[in-house]
C-alpha cells in the first residue's frame, strides 16, 4: 500500500536515519500517536503505555515535532504555570496515514475532522489552543487585537447540547471571547451567539475572515 510505505519512508528518512533510531521504537510511537490523534497525551501516559523512558518519551516527540508529521497543541490559560502542567493534544499532518497505519475500529469522522480543522489553523498563521473545563472547546484562537474565537468541531449535524455548552463556559470563565463557532457536516445558521458552518464551506474562509460575521 502506497500510504504505509508513504508512511515508513518520513519516518526513516526524517527521523530514523537522522537521528540513528531504534526503527522498530520510532514506529511503534509513531503508531501509537497517529492512533490517538486529537487525544490528550502527556509524557506520562506515553511513558506508561509504550514503556519508554521519560528522555526517551522527551526525545522521540521532539523528532517527530521537528519533522511535522505530528503537531501538539496546548490548553489555553493566562497562567503560563498551567497551561504548562496540563496534558497536549496531539494531531498528524496527514489525516489519510491515520486511516492507513493506525489501529482503528471506527472510520472517526469527527477525529479526522477536527485534525483537519488543525492542520488549516496552522496554515493560515493561527496559533490554536484547546482549553478544558467542566466542557472541552477543541480550539481557542487568540487574534491580534486580543479577542479570542472558540470553536468546536463535530462534523455532524445532529450538535450534541455539550458542544454549545463548552462555548459557553468558556466565554464565561475568559476575558474577549469575540467569536464561537461550531463546525458542522452541512449545518449552516446563526443560534444565540454561535455561528454554525459546514466545514467544506469554512475551509474556504480567507484568513481575514475566519471569524464569524
Known amino acids: 500500500m502506497v500510504a504505509p510505505q ?6 526513516y528518512k526524517d527521523i530514523i536515519g537522522r537521528y540513528n533510531l531504534n526503527s522498530q521504537r520510532t514506529k511503534e510511537f509513531a ?18 503505555a509504550l514503556s519508554f523512558s521519560y528522555d526517551t518519551t522527551k526525545e522521540y516527540l521532539s523528532y517527530y515535532k521537528e519533522a511535522y508529521l505530528f503537531f501538539t497543541t496546548d490548553c489555553f ?9 496540563m496534558a497536549s493534544k496531539i494531531y498528524t499532518i496527514d489525516p489519510g496515514l491515520r486511516n492507513a497505519v493506525s489501529f482503528r475500529f471506527s472510520q472517526d469522522d469527527g477525529r479526522l475532522a477536527e485534525n483537519i480543522v ?4 496552522l496554515r493560515k498563521g493561527m496559533q490554536p489552543y484547546y482549553w478544558k473545563g467542566k466542557n472541552e472547546v477543541d ?17 455532524s449535524n445532529e ?6 455548552k463548552a462555548l459557553e463556559e468558556f466565554k464565561n470563565n475568559s476575558k474577549k471571547v469575540n467569536d464561537m463557532i461550531i463546525i458542522t457536516k452541512d449545518l449552516e445558521k446563526q443560534q444565540d451567539g454561535v455561528y454554525f458552518i459546514p466545514l467544506w464551506k469554512w475551509l474556504l474562509i480567507e484568513e481575514d475572515e475566519i471569524i464569524s460575521k
Open 118 to 121: 488543525l492542520i488549516e489553523l
Open 77 to 85: 490559560s493566562y497562567s503560563l504555570k498551567e497551561q504548562k502542567i
Open 6 to 11: 508513504y508512511f515508513d519512508d518520513i519516518l
Open 159 to 164: 450538535i450534541e447540547e455539550r458542544e454549545i
Open 31 to 48: 503508531v501509537f500517536l497517529i492512533t490517538n490523534i486529537t487525544k490528550f497525551i502527556s509524557l506520562r501516559n506515553i511513558r506508561n
Open 139 to 155: 480550539f481557542v484562537i487568540k487574534k491580534n487585537d486580543q479577542t479570542i474565537t472558540a470553536i468546536n468541531v463535530t462534523y
